[in-house]
């Protein structure tokens, strides 16, 4: 059950579809769990980092793909061919699938593992359309009117 109704903003922000779609998927059930946990920090003014803790997968194992906006982690762990007998086994190594969505105009710029984590470097690149600009404000009295042909000054 949905405990916030998105439905006014809908009808008063134009071009936001997508968010409030988000919105509504990230206040439903998290399907995907915990595993692995996971870190976002913001790096820069443009910038972010995406941190797993992946312990005991190799690089191989591991696996980033961009496709469209959804950025996908996924590991994929090699069963032991030896049965090991386990008195406690606490680290867990399971296969994952982690999706994160990303927002417009964010790309993927690199990823490192290292000491059992991996690192997934992002950056915002805003086009200059989309960056804010000053618009010069005129004056009437010093447009000018044109009415059948000719151009008077208008006071």
């Known amino acids: 059950m949905r405990q916030t109704d998105f439905t006014p903003f809908y009808r008063s922000a134009i ?15 998290d399907s995907e769990g915990s595993y692995p946990p996971y870190n976002i920090e913001k790096t820069g003014e443009n910038a972010y980092r995406i941190t797993l ?10 696996k980033v793909e961009v496709k469209e906006q959804t950025l996908t ?3 994929t762990k090699s069963t032991d061919a030896k049965d090991k007998s386990y008195l406690h086994r606490g680290i867990a190594a399971r296969s994952f699938e982690r999706r994160f969505q990303l927002a417009d ?8 593992s290292q000491n059992g984590l991996l690192h997934v470097d992002l950056v915002r690149n805003v086009p200059e359309r989309m960056k804010p600009r000053s ?5 009437q009295g010093t447009a000018t009117k044109q009415i059948e042909g000719t151009t008077s000054a208008v006071n």
Request: proline share 0%; glycine share 14%.
């Open 15 to 29: 071009g936001f579809d997508r968010l409030f779609q988000m919105l509504d998927q990230a206040s439903g059930f």
């Open 53 to 62: 803790a992946v312990a005991g997968f190799n690089d191989d194992e591991l």
């Open 135 to 139: 618009i010069a404000i005129g004056s």
């Open 73 to 75: 982690i996924s590991g």
């Open 105 to 112: 105009h964010v790309d993927v710029t690199g990823a490192d």
